[in-house]
């Protein structure tokens, strides 16, 4: 579905990215982890299109992703970001279907879909002549994965898209956006600075560090076989606490 | 590229509602005469108005239209035919490198130029030295020369007299004036020193209206101390072939107004408050026997008027400014290296006082409308450019970074998100662009483009506060309309969206 080969990106002297290779297999999730500053926003962004790498290439869906058709192709890639990334003047209703009214999809099949993919997120439809400034943080990024959704695209690009919310809703949202990914089917991939987070979605998570991937595989063989002392101490720096709790209730 | 285009579009629009009547060769000819800034140039301005139009032309009158080098340029360029003007300023003032120094010198010069001036008017309007017809009559003063035999005499001058190498020092040099008491004070206050009997002998302009309130006497200048400010009318040559009968007119002003009979017409409209087209057709009734037919306007048609000129000059610069300014502060957001010069040549425009962009106008576009308006329109970009450009700076990145992910083309986002997300903002800048633009309108009457500006222009003239209201008032009321105006707009254009966002950041301060 989705293959990053030999990807290098600087920012002036810094070297965001060194060498990136990704391979998202269609209809699996890759949760993209490490500390901040890793790059593993940037890959994300590269992989959108939103910035360009210097060397290496992207191919989605067959294809080489080129200035050229980097805009058709974003129709087929769902993305969200942190905060939502709302159109504060568009209603609930015109942010879902803001791409599809633009590229004039029929206006019945449009309706169709608002109904499905707002039972899908669990939004209620009153809610969609609401304004962004009237929702809560929760219903913010209910909508805005609707939003990505609305062109049925084959990948989902997901920027640390609970990072925002406080915990009992981040909880009860990871739950959600679990089943709904596995109802679709779709390639997701996903950013997050959270082990936990990233072991409970992904299929495979790819540690970042100082914009190399250091290791990826599954959240045990991250665990079991740690590639480097780093990846070691990446699990560790998360589960220590979790696990000093556990003890304390005991 | 695309918006000097449209400026050029705009300019050729306006020019073609205003073509100067001067250029225009259709019958019946149309004179354009033209005054100084000064209550004499009207009256004067006036009666050569009343005189055109008396023998069939049509004629415009542009009051007020500045000083002498203004309407010195505005002849040569044909802008205008006519204007009264004094010999001495041509020679002091004009003609100062050129060697003139007699009539016929000064007639060779004018020719040059292509321009004529009429035999002198009769009055010559020059510093004289004055005192009360009273105690004249009782000395029997009737020359500065007749000074000399009343050393007791007390003498207030002006400051600027008092201090002028050609003022007072070089006066009691030339006369051998033997008076000690000579003090130098406001000319106002002098007047009425005076009047209350402190002080006997002040500077004075030979036809000042204060002449004829205060009676006094212009003593004669037989030494010929004081240079020669010979009333005349300057037309061009031109003229003579295209209205002959004007000019045959105008002619016959000549030797027929005297320092009396001016002083007393400036009185009439600075001391009287009639109006100058009646003094002027009054003078030419009684002393050409020319029953020339006028009309006063009303106070409401004036105010009309003025309301309908001072609107044109707003309506065409600020919607100009819009249609230029809002594309320049897009190009100015997206275009960052263009965007700084951009900000920067706006940014100095606004700096060029006012005032001097007005004038500046007038050597590339004349007189009247189209030069005020161009300046009003060059005066109402900034605002608008930068705050476009502010507003759309301002849009949280993650927001653009949104409608980029989902595939929107840069036109699409600019008019779909971009914009819509800046209009807050844009209407500010219109906003602010529109007060400042009715307000600085009111400068347009400098160089003859009416307006509220006119009445305060000659209210200033004729020291008249209620006149200097007559204008000041309006444009503050029109001020706040078009304020009113785009908040109405405002209300129309803001997203929904935007309006619950402050609602709800209001509520919670």
Redo the contacts between chains.
């Keep these: 579905m989705l293959e990053l080969a030999n990807i290098s990106k600087r920012y002036g002297k810094a070297q965001a990215l060194a060498h990136c290779e990704l391979r998202v297999p269609a209809g699996e999730t890759v949760v993209l982890i490490g500390p901040s500053g890793c790059g593993k926003s940037t890959l994300l962004r590269l992989i ?1 299109g ?1 910035i360009q790498a210097d060397s290496g290439t992207i191919v989605f869906a067959g294809e080489t992703l080129t200035q050229g058709n980097i ?5 087929r ?1 769902g ?1 969200v ?11 609930v209703h015109d942010n879902v279907i ?2 599809a009214r ?1 590229l004039r999809r029929d206006t019945a099949w449009i309706a169709n879909r608002i109904t499905e993919l707002a039972q899908l997120v669990r939004l209620p439809l009153e809610l969609m002549t609401r ?4 929702l809560s943080g929760g219903q913010r990024q209910r909508v805005s994965l609707m ?1 990505a959704l609305m062109l049925d695209p084959e990948l989902l ?1 997901l920027d640390e898209p609970l990072g925002a919310l406080d915990p009992m809703i981040r909880y009860e949202l990871q739950q959600e956006l679990k089943v709904i990914f596995r109802q679709l089917g779709k390639s997701v991939v996903m950013v997050t600075h959270d082990i936990a987070e990233a072991a409970y979605f992904g299929h495979t998570l790819v540690l970042m560090r100082s914009g190399r991937i250091v290791q990826r595989g599954s959240f045990k063989d991250l665990a079991r076989s740690p590639a480097e002392p780093f990846v070691e101490q990446f699990i560790t720096a998360q589960r220590d606490p979790l696990e000093q709790l556990a003890e304390a209730l005991k | 590229m695309k918006s000097r285009l449209w400026l050029a579009t705009v300019l050729m629009a306006l020019c073609s509602v205003q073509v100067s009547p001067a250029f225009s060769a259709a019958t019946p000819a149309t004179v354009t005469v033209a005054s100084k800034n000064f209550t004499e140039s009207v009256i004067l301005g006036e009666m050569l108005r009343l005189l055109a139009k008396h023998s069939g032309a049509k004629a415009v009158h542009r009051r007020q239209l500045g000083g002498t080098r203004v309407l010195w340029n505005a002849l040569l360029s044909g802008m205008i035919d006519a204007y009264p003007e004094y010999t001495g300023t041509l020679l002091q003032e004009i003609m100062v490198k050129e060697n003139v120094h007699s009539d016929a010198q000064l007639r060779a010069a004018l020719a040059k130029h292509g321009l004529r001036m009429t035999r002198p008017l009769g009055f010559n309007n020059t510093y004289a030295i004055g005192v009360k017809t009273t105690l004249a009559k009782r000395l029997g003063l009737r020359t500065i020369s007749d000074l000399r035999r009343h050393p007791e005499l007390v003498f207030g001058f002006s400051n600027e007299f008092m201090d002028r190498a050609d003022g007072w020092p070089g006066l009691q040099r030339r006369y051998a004036l033997p008076q000690r008491k000579v003090r130098g004070l406001d000319h106002d206050l002098a007047y009425r020193g005076i009047e209350a009997g402190t002080l006997q002998v002040t500077d004075l302009y030979a036809t000042d209206a204060e002449i004829t309130y205060y009676q006094l006497r212009a003593l004669t200048d037989d030494l010929h101390y004081f240079p020669v400010y010979n009333a005349v009318i300057l037309y061009r040559a031109d003229l003579q072939q295209r209205a002959p009968a004007v000019v045959a007119l105008f002619k016959r002003l000549a030797d027929h107004i005297d320092a009396a009979a001016m002083s007393a017409m400036n009185a009439r409209v600075k001391i009287d408050g009639e109006s100058e087209t009646a003094v002027a057709a009054d003078f030419l009734d009684k002393h050409l026997d020319l029953d020339v037919d006028y009309r006063l306007q009303g106070a409401w048609q004036r105010f009309r008027q003025h309301t309908a000129e001072h609107l044109i000059l707003v309506a065409i610069s600020l919607s100009a400014a819009i249609i230029i300014a809002v594309p320049l502060g897009i190009l100015a957001a997206f275009r960052p290296r263009l965007g700084q010069l951009v900000l920067a040549t706006t940014s100095i425009l606004q700096t060029i006082p006012s005032l001097a962009l007005f004038v500046f106008m007038i050597p590339l576009l004349g007189i009247g409308a189209p030069p005020a308006i161009f300046a009003l329109f060059l005066y109402s970009l900034l605002p608008i450019v930068r705050n476009t450009y502010a507003g759309l700076k301002d849009i949280p990145p993650a927001v653009i970074e949104s409608a980029r992910a989902l595939g929107l083309p840069p036109g699409a986002r600019l008019r779909i998100v971009e914009l819509p997300l800046a209009t807050r903002a844009i209407l500010a800048g219109i906003k602010t662009s529109a007060v400042l633009n009715v307000g600085t309108a009111t400068l347009s009457a400098l160089i003859g483009a009416g307006g509220y500006g006119q009445p305060i222009l000659t209210g200033i003239r004729l020291d008249d506060i209620g006149l200097i209201l007559q204008g000041a008032v309006p444009a503050a009321v029109l001020a706040l309309l078009v304020q009113g105006l785009f908040e109405l707009v405002e209300r129309g254009l803001l997203p929904k969206g935007l309006r619950i966002q402050t609602n709800k950041a209001r509520s919670l301060e």
């Design positions: 959108a939103l805009l058709r192709a974003r129709h890639m993305y970001i942190q905060e939502g990334g709302l159109f504060p003047h568009l209603s803001v791409m633009y304004y962004p400034a009237e939003r690009l």
